[in-house]
């Protein structure tokens, strides 16, 4: 099975910074990686699809890109409720792994 | 609005069976992968299985194959998780979710989440 590795696995950062979250597959997955948002408490819910496709209703200061076996989720300028744990997701075959996670804080 | 409706928290002792389940509400039951996804407590999501309700077409995670069994009733709109022998490392949140139209993809849609403990 294709492995996920998101790093770092956690980081702290300023309101208003730019942070970078990288997920990388053990084998190539084309664009087949979506990216979600859990805060603290909630359920998880869809950022990102197809590597870079925002989903509607998510603010435009989220974005994704990459292909192949290296993606990356940015969060332009970083604010109070963007505080959670992200976690990418392949889905080109079945199981659908997650990698393990990056929980963002606010420094 | 889209629901996945799932049932309550459960108690269970090890070795014992129980039955989980997940109703859906205001989209065509029978057109969407219906899974069900992990999270341990303080953990990451691990991504179980998903069945495809029209036709009961199911594909499990390697990890979970064996251990748990899915399915689904597209007349009552429930999906189900079983264990027929819990163990302690059970004990977890599992999320029903529905992945996009016609497609073992991504996840649009969580359940609010079903607490299993499994203690002696």
């Known amino acids: 099975d294709i492995q996920m590795t998101q790093s770092p696995s956690s980081l702290s950062a300023s309101v208003g910074d730019r942070v970078t979250i990288t997920c990388r597959a053990s084998q190539d997955i084309s664009k087949s990686l979506a990216w979600y948002q859990q805060r603290p408490g909630q359920v998880p819910r869809l950022l990102i699809y197809?590597?870079?496709i925002l989903q509607s209703g998510v603010p435009s200061r989220f974005s994704g890109s990459g292909s192949g076996t290296e993606f990356t989720l940015t969060i332009d300028s970083l604010q109070p409720e963007d505080v959670a744990t992200y976690y990418c997701?392949?889905?080109?075959?079945?199981?659908?792994?997650f990698g393990g996670g990056t929980k963002v804080e606010i420094k | 609005e889209v629901q996945l409706v799932q049932s309550g928290a459960e108690v269970k002792k090890p070795g014992e069976s129980l039955k989980i389940s997940c109703q859906g509400f205001g989209f065509s039951f029978i057109s969407f992968w219906i899974g069900w996804v992990r999270q341990r407590p303080g953990r990451g999501l691990e991504w179980m299985g998903i069945?495809?309700?029209?036709?009961?077409?199911?594909r499990y995670n390697p990890s979970f194959q064996g251990q748990v069994t899915i399915s689904a009733n597209k007349s009552s709109r429930t999906a189900y998780l079983q264990w027929s022998s819990l163990e302690a490392s059970d004990t977890a949140i599992y999320y029903c979710?529905?992945?996009?139209?016609?497609?073992?993809?991504?996840?649009?849609?969580w359940g609010q989440g079903t607490l299993v403990t499994v203690s002696s």
């Open positions: 069945i495809f309700p029209d036709d009961s077409d199911t």
């Open positions: 979710v529905r992945h996009r139209p016609q497609s073992a993809s991504y996840i649009l849609s």
């Open positions: 997701q392949k889905y080109n075959t079945v199981p659908n792994t």
């Open positions: 197809t590597a870079s």
